[in-house]
């Protein structure tokens, strides 16, 4: 019976012991869950949709089961304001942010809205892949917010109820929603419209019940948001590369051990080079969309015509932006 029974306490202990170490391995790798947000669709096309799934696809692919990637789209956790406010104070753990509205944070990311900057992607991927962008990214630790990178949106258009933009005269009378930035409104200002900053929720009810003639919104976003129903007019303007930014919030992150950060960064890069090519793949594709659901479209007559108008925005924010970021930039795009 002694036998027995010290065999049988023997087990147990072992039993025990493995219980105990098995349940400090499963809190060493807690799952972490991370509340991604962002503020319009969760469609297949939406460049912020797809930014954000591949980010948690990327994530499970390199660590299955440590991440917990919940989706909040639609303005579901209030607008990009509020959503970098909270990521600053740790209540949300990530967000797909328009470029335009983190400015409004740092006004160094002005920088992507500078009208006409950029020529096509390629040159866009090469600043903000490069020094310029790890310089906008560092800028937001000191302000609780960890930057990823950054996916994009192509670039931006203009759309109106009144009538098609080829020349910059065109704009005249056209009140145009802008995003609220001080830079977007001088911008268009300076190229004849009546820019009109509205946060994105309510821009679809201002088209719709004629609040505004129309917007400055990228082609996926467009087709995404059903904006076809509500406007007539597209024209392919391509005035302002809409740079989005993969965030996270500081306090999520300083969290995760060593590895999980370099998780982290690793699976933001994978997923911010496939959904940029998925955006890129998609754009003629939603075009056609767009014509066949109704909307006239238009190139516009010259570019240089709408640059000459803006050259002054320039001089206004080469400072506020930084002007070694500018530079930096400028002399990039021109080689």
């Known amino acids: 019976m002694k036998t027995i029974k010290h065999a049988f306490l023997k087990s147990a202990a072992m039993g025990l012991t493995a219980s105990v170490l098995l349940g400090a391995a499963s809190l060493s790798h807690a799952q972490t869950t991370i509340k991604l947000g962002w503020t319009t669709a969760d469609s297949k096309v939406d460049p912020y949709a797809i930014a954000a799934h591949y980010f948690a696809e990327e994530l499970e692919s390199l660590a299955p089961g440590e991440f917990d990637v919940r989706f909040f789209?639609?303005?579901?956790?209030?607008?990009?304001?509020?959503?970098?406010?909270?990521?600053?104070?740790?209540?949300?753990?990530?967000?797909?942010?328009?470029?335009?509205?983190?400015?409004?944070?740092?006004?160094?990311?002005?920088?992507?809205?500078?009208?006409?900057?950029?020529?096509?992607?390629?040159?866009?991927?090469?600043?903000?892949?490069?020094d310029?962008?790890?310089?906008?990214?560092?800028?937001?630790?000191?302000?609780?917010?960890?930057?990823?990178?950054?996916?994009?949106?192509?670039?931006?258009?203009?759309?109106?109820?009144?009538?098609?933009?080829?020349?910059?005269?065109?704009?005249?009378?056209?009140?145009?929603?802008?995003?609220?930035?001080?830079l977007f409104i001088a911008s268009f200002r300076a190229?004849?419209?009546?820019?009109?900053?509205?946060?994105?929720?309510?821009?679809?009810?201002?088209?719709?019940?004629?609040?505004?003639?129309?917007?400055?919104?990228?082609?996926?976003?467009?087709?995404a948001n059903k904006y076809p129903e509500v406007t007539k007019y597209l024209s392919l303007t391509s005035h302002t590369y809409n740079a989005l930014a993969l965030l996270m919030s500081k306090q999520t992150y300083d969290k995760l051990s060593a590895?999980?950060?370099?998780?982290?960064?690793?699976?933001?890069?994978?997923?911010?080079?496939?959904?940029?090519?998925?955006?890129?793949?998609?754009?003629?594709?939603?075009?056609?969309?767009?014509?066949?659901?109704?909307?006239?479209?238009?190139?516009?007559?010259?570019?240089d015509a709408f640059r000459a108008k803006v050259s002054g925005v320039y001089d206004e924010y080469r400072s506020k932006i930084g002007a070694d970021i500018v530079d930096a930039a400028l002399k990039q795009v021109s080689e």
């Open 73 to 130: 789209p639609n303005h579901q956790l209030g607008d990009d304001s509020a959503m970098l406010q909270a990521m600053q104070i740790g209540i949300i753990g990530a967000g797909v942010i328009t470029g335009t509205q983190v400015g409004t944070l740092e006004p160094a990311f002005q920088l992507n809205d500078l009208p006409f900057l950029y020529a096509n992607s390629a040159q866009a991927h090469k600043v903000l892949d490069g």
């Open 132 to 182: 310029v962008g790890q310089k906008l990214m560092a800028k937001l630790e000191s302000k609780g917010i960890v930057g990823l990178g950054f996916p994009e949106a192509g670039f931006r258009h203009a759309i109106n109820n009144k009538r098609p933009i080829r020349t910059p005269e065109d704009f005249a009378g056209v009140k145009l929603r802008v995003q609220p930035s001080d």
């Open 191 to 223: 190229i004849g419209a009546n820019p009109v900053p509205l946060p994105w929720s309510d821009v679809f009810t201002a088209v719709q019940q004629g609040t505004v003639d129309g917007l400055e919104i990228p082609l996926p976003v467009i087709y």
């Open 259 to 303: 590895d999980d950060q370099a998780i982290v960064q690793k699976a933001a890069r994978q997923a911010i080079q496939r959904q940029r090519e998925t955006v890129a793949a998609n754009n003629d594709e939603v075009l056609q969309q767009i014509k066949d659901a109704g909307m006239e479209v238009n190139e516009v007559d010259s570019v």
